[in-house]
């Protein structure tokens, strides 16, 4: 079957937004986010309860709640992904026998609990048994059996007619053990003896402390514990999807990591086979994995993970991988910058984007968990539909043929095994795995840059589906290798050695990378040695690499480029009489032009994805079979190709060239020279308050999350007020403060008394409007609200905070919005990378006529909406050949919108920010109209962290000055000691540059023009 273009993609390529219900949920509101999520481009969602729901979770109301979703999600012809009623660590009154029972290793200054057990103990350590309060136990088939039907059957009863209907799949997160401690139980104690024939009660040591026996019995214990995993928990999960039409979809907790996987799921591979929607978690806006270490100095290229769930998925023929992907990274984030992820992602193999998150509420602290709301709230959410077209062509066309790869790598997940330290999971400061994840990603990334498709292989799941054929080629499932490469490895399963003997035999080639393992199931092995005279030894250079696939495997496509080859990282796909390269340049800052030759096939086609449309490229081989075909890929940006083994494959379709324009005209309009104009309220937040309780006197000004802070630590209960004072240096003609809920306010303004009075809802239907312009004065102005104040009560447990009814107020900033400026002082302090560094004594004023400068230097620093820019231009008459283009210089942006005399032309959402805008302009003056639209970053911070913008932020406490997760710094009473910076917090304000520096029309000659 042939590459079929796709202009507009059906749902099933449209992703998945999770969905936070994260407040008092209600029909109207539920029916009005789920039409806004669909308008814009959204296929399914994901209904999880999260931080702040106001439902009771699992009542008569709350269902009432999930029936609206559903039957109005089906009518709009989307899916539903239902969370697991509890997570695996979050069950509510849990029976004893089944509570997960670990092994934890005491210093002498622990304190023991009621409950510990002691099994033995030494010089170093006090080692007791010990149950964990709401976490089932997930070796144990009765515990897992009674988890499913409280949290699948009863948790979902009411929907149980819609399976396998609206109701698509099951989403479950992060199963998972405690990676400090090591999971056990009796049966446990049996099996392991029954594998091993020895018992492991007289080796409890060697699991915590290393020793002559510690790696035998650690590799040991690792594979009892994945065989019991996936028979209590994951087979039976499956099975229960199986019979009731669902998709077992989600992710695993610690993928990114050896040490990670090894002490939160023993292995993800093997339990990826059990989903039928397998699924992986990145998290923030970087691409180097950080996970505990958020200062970067441990990170590695983020390969593993999405590897190893794509690897599963190719050999098991599941045809959609996911990721949730944009969380816990910044309310800044662009499209930009969710292209560059999520094709990142792509070629690694996901081809089903989920987006974290679309959130019911910003109200109170649920504007600060888990940021980005990629939902109606930022102000790009009307463009977005844009950007979700292109990804979903994307996954449409990474959904089509087979995956192409002849390379195996075989994961080392087992050889780490032994290795593994529970005591210093949190520092990771052993060696030797840091060297095994090191070692296996940088042969992953050299594999990529080698432009080499590659699978990993996991023993586990090879002992079960892997074999050998009569030609040498190993098979897992629907995948076969020609080549097989060891990264650093120590042992090997005996059912490995089997396959590798068969696969040299055959004529296979195996490569090492490293030292060549000596033990097999942890024991010396003579036949591993012959086995190693049969094998080649290459370092894991790109060059070592490139040789190594040049001289044994026939590559249908090779790529060249005079330099920055190694930053071209491609996917092929087979399909049944093409191929098609995915590729992508992840070079950040340089464009790489590339070369393909395909001397098998005798045309190539380009799959565009910004519009649907397919079009040939010219052939550049002259008087020789094969296709040729060359261009420039600049940084991010990404082609579809597609090779056909035939000239007239699309002999309608017109002709692409890569030629060389000329350029005859080129204007240059600086955004100075432009008028700008705000297309939303203009916006001041006001984060600083003094407060007081009852009729006390006020407190000196403190940022209102601290007032929240001190109040929860002192659990007060009684009347609060907080009062914000303001300047103005002109009156504006419109002004309004914004207040959460204002309705359970009392508010005076300069000593009056206003109200909410029912104006729109300013963001978020939490975020109400007074109208205060009758009672704003020149000079200083004062905001008190008042209220009755109750601290939110603490949840349960720990994962009792995403489904429980917590009870209290929250006390918030509030915003002026209205037909002002606001102006301040740069801070002499450093500045920071795309950020303006403001003190904070700003005002509002009149608004000046555009100079060019940044949004926040112009007077919209806390600006969130669109910006127009408008210049006319004269323009002679366009020969028929010839063509304009503009591109926009110094954008810093989510998107813009180019208008060209009162008609869109394009939407610019990624670099490069240029568009034809040939068919737009006529002969003589054009109007030509630039909307730039920004995000809600600079309205709702972290304006006070000393790192300006950052590309992760996990929480309340990005947005506090009380700790510094990075170094594990606490600062008690920081909002009383702000007269110095600390690491945590500054005064200071960090505002993203907002802005567009100018515009050029450029003008191409007609010999030349594409």
Request: net charge negative; hydrophobic share 35%; proline share 4%.
């Amino acid at each position: 079957m042939s590459f079929t273009p796709v202009k507009t993609p059906e749902k099933q390529y449209r992703g998945v937004n999770l969905w936070f219900l994260n407040d008092r949920l209600e029909d109207e509101e539920l029916i009005r986010q789920l039409d806004n999520m669909d308008k814009a481009g959204c296929g399914s969602i994901i209904a999880r309860t999260f931080d702040g729901l106001n439902t009771e979770y699992l009542s008569e109301e709350f269902h009432a709640r999930m029936r609206t979703i559903v039957d109005h999600a089906g009518k709009l012809g989307m899916k539903v992904y239902l969370q697991a009623g509890y997570m695996p660590g979050g069950i509510p009154e849990l029976k004893p026998e089944h509570r997960a029972c670990v092994v934890a290793a005491l210093h002498d200054n622990e304190e023991m609990e009621p409950d510990d057990q002691v099994l033995y103990k030494d010089n170093q350590f006090t080692y007791v048994r010990r149950f964990r309060n709401n976490y089932i136990n997930l070796l144990d088939h009765e515990a897992v059996s009674s988890y499913l039907q409280q949290a699948y059957d009863e948790a979902w009863q009411q929907l149980h007619e819609d399976f396998g209907k609206t109701v698509f799949s099951v989403w479950v997160d992060e199963p998972e053990f405690s990676p400090d401690q090591m999971p056990w139980s009796e049966p446990m104690l049996i099996r392991f003896e029954e594998m091993w024939g020895y018992r492991l009660e007289e080796h409890i040591p060697a699991l915590f402390q290393r020793s002559d026996t510690s790696y035998k019995v650690r590799y040991h214990y690792r594979r009892t514990l994945l065989l019991m995993f996936i028979e209590a928990y994951f087979e039976q999960v499956s099975h229960w999807c199986d019979e009731r039409g669902l998709q077992f979809s989600g992710h695993l907790m610690g993928e990114d990591r050896l040490d990670s996987q090894i002490g939160f799921t023993v292995s993800a591979m093997p339990l990826y086979s059990y989903m039928h929607l397998p699924g992986i978690d990145h998290l923030t806006g970087n691409l180097r994995w950080t996970a505990l270490d958020r200062s970067g100095e441990m990170s590695i290229p983020f390969i593993m993970t999405p590897k190893q769930c794509s690897s599963v998925a190719h050999q098991e023929g599941k045809q959609t991988v996911l990721s949730e992907m944009y969380g816990v990274s910044s309310q800044g984030l662009t499209f930009q910058d969710q292209k560059r992820i999520a094709e990142y992602l792509a070629v690694l193999g996901i081809n089903h984007r989920c987006l974290h998150g679309s959130f019911y509420s910003m109200r109170g602290r649920r504007k600060r968990i888990y940021v980005p709301h990629l939902s109606e709230q930022q102000p790009w959410w009307d463009e977005y539909a844009y950007a979700a077209d292109y990804f979903a062509r994307l996954s449409y066309a990474l959904h089509q043929g087979q995956f192409a790869a002849d390379v195996l790598v075989l994961h080392p997940i087992e050889s780490a095994y032994g290795l593994y330290e529970p005591h210093d999971f949190g520092e990771r400061k052993t060696e030797d795995v840091f060297a095994m994840n090191a070692h296996l990603t940088e042969l992953s990334g050299n594999l990529l840059s080698a432009q080499i498709g590659y699978d990993y292989g996991d023993e586990h799941v090879m002992e079960q589906k892997a074999y050998v054929d009569a030609d040498g080629q190993l098979h897992i499932g629907q995948m076969s290798y020609r080549i097989i490469i060891l990264p650093m490895l120590f042992t090997l399963r005996e059912s490995t050695l089997r396959l590798l003997e068969q696969f040299v035999d055959g004529g296979g080639i195996l490569a090492s990378t490293s030292s060549f393992p000596e033990l097999v199931d942890c024991e010396p092995s003579e036949a591993l040695r012959r086995l190693k005279d049969k094998a080649i030894l290459i370092d894991h250079s790109i060059e070592a690499l490139k040789a190594m696939a040049d001289k044994w495997l026939d590559r249908k496509i090779r790529i060249t480029a005079e330099q920055g080859l190694e930053s071209i990282w491609i996917q092929e796909r087979s399909l049944e009489d093409q191929q098609m390269v995915y590729m992508i340049n992840t070079n950040e800052k340089c464009k790489v032009n590339v070369v393909l030759h395909a001397k098998e096939y005798q045309s190539a086609e380009q799959y565009h994805l910004d519009n649907g449309e397919l079009s040939r490229l010219r052939n550049e081989q002259i008087g020789c079979e094969g296709v040729k075909v060359s261009f420039a890929l600049e940084p991010w940006e990404s082609r579809v190709l597609l090779f056909n083994p035939g000239s007239e494959a699309f002999a309608s379709l017109t002709t692409s060239t890569v030629t060389e324009q000329l350029i005859t005209d080129t204007i240059v309009i600086p955004a100075g020279q432009m008028t700008m104009k705000r297309v939303n309220p203009n916006a001041l937040t006001l984060d600083f308050c003094c407060y007081r309780k009852g009729s006390q006197l006020y407190s000196s000004a403190i940022p209102v999350i601290a007032v929240q802070e001190i109040l929860t630590e002192e659990d007060y209960e009684g009347p609060v007020s907080l009062c914000f004072e303001f300047q103005a240096e002109s009156i504006p003609s419109y002004i309004a403060a914004v207040i959460e809920h204002a309705k359970d306010y009392t508010i005076r303004v300069n000593d009056r008394d206003v109200c909410y009075e029912g104006l729109p809802y300013y963001t978020d239907p939490s975020f109400l409007p007074v109208d205060i312009s009758s009672y704003i004065v020149q000079g200083s102005n004062q905001i008190e609200i008042s209220r009755e104040f109750k601290p939110l009560k603490k949840t349960n447990f720990f994962h009792a905070n995403r489904f429980q009814n917590i009870p209290g107020v929250e006390l918030e900033s509030i915003y002026l919005i209205g037909d002002f400026a606001v102006y301040g002082a740069v801070s002499d302090k450093p500045q920071r990378d795309r950020c303006i560094r403001l003190k904070p004594d700003m005002y509002i004023g009149e608004e000046t006529v555009n100079d060019g400068a940044s949004w926040p230097e112009a007077g919209y620093p806390f600006y969130s909406g669109a910006m127009m820019y408008r210049t006319k231009v004269l323009s002679d008459r366009l020969e028929a050949s010839e063509r304009i283009e503009i591109a926009l210089s110094g954008l810093e942006a989510c998107m813009a919108v180019i208008r060209i005399n009162g008609q869109e032309a394009a939407k610019l959402a990624w670099k490069p920010f240029n568009a034809d805008i040939t068919a737009m302009v006529t002969a003589g003056e054009n109007e030509i109209e630039i909307i730039v639209i920004n995000t809600l970053r600079n309205l709702l911070g972290p304006h006070h962290h000393p790192k300006g913008e950052m590309d992760y932020s996990y929480g309340e406490e990005s947005f506090s000055g009380r700790r510094l997760p990075e170094k594990g710094m606490l600062y008690p009473g920081w909002y009383n000691k702000r007269t110095e910076d600390t690491l945590a917090w500054t005064d200071d304000y960090f505002f993203i540059a907002y802005g567009l520096t100018g515009i050029q029309i450029i003008r191409y000659s007609a010999e030349q023009a594409k």
